[in-house]
């Protein structure tokens, strides 16, 4: 493998905003995104919208650590002597269940993060019905009101 020291960064950045009746675009931090346009005078580039997801909710997000991970844990650490730490029991499932990507140094796992609440419910329930069915595993139902919470 050998990595390329000479190549030019690739910039990728970000801004939020939302579109006014008028048609207008507001931008939600103004100050930042002059300040970044303004320190590209004279550059061509290429500006790419998209509509932004509303990601997973905080109740998903609690439900997802406190009951998913722990209770997938907990199987994987059964006859170990030094148990799989949460964070790297997180990194597997999303290899598992969200693939991954390529990088200079190797494969990455995809980030979960940036999934809309219907994709993080769908990766959630992916991986219920693996612990039930593989290692007989019943995790318990969030309840009817975590996906929107």
């Known amino acids: 493998m050998s990595i390329n020291l000479d190549a030019q ?4 950045v970000s801004f939020r905003a ?6 207008t675009l507001r931008m939600e931090e103004p100050g930042r995104w002059r300040a970044w346009l303004s320190s590209r005078k ?5 500006v790419t ?3 932004r997801k509303q990601q997973r909710s905080a109740a998903q997000n609690r439900y997802y650590h406190g009951c998913v991970v ?9 006859d170990r002597v030094l148990p799989i730490a949460h964070d790297d029991v997180h990194d597997v499932l999303k290899r598992a269940f969200l693939g991954h990507q390529e990088t200079a140094l190797g494969p990455v796992a995809k980030s979960s993060r940036a999934l809309s ?3 993080f419910h769908d990766y959630v329930e ?3 019905a693996w612990a039930a069915q593989t290692h007989g595993l019943d995790i318990p ?3 009817s009101n975590w996906e929107a919470a």
């Not at 960064?9 to 990728?12: D, R, S, T, Y």
């Not at 939302?18 to 048609?23: N, R, T």
């Not at 004279?42 to 290429?46: E, R, V, W």
């Open 9 to 12: 960064p690739v910039e990728c």
């Open 126 to 128: 992916r991986i219920r």
């Open 49 to 51: 919208v998209e509509r």
């Open 141 to 143: 139902d969030p309840g």
């Open 18 to 23: 939302s579109v006014a009746q008028d048609g």
């Open 117 to 119: 609440i219907e994709e």
């Open 42 to 46: 004279g550059k061509l580039l290429t």
């Open 70 to 78: 722990a209770a997938v844990a907990d199987v994987l650490n059964v």
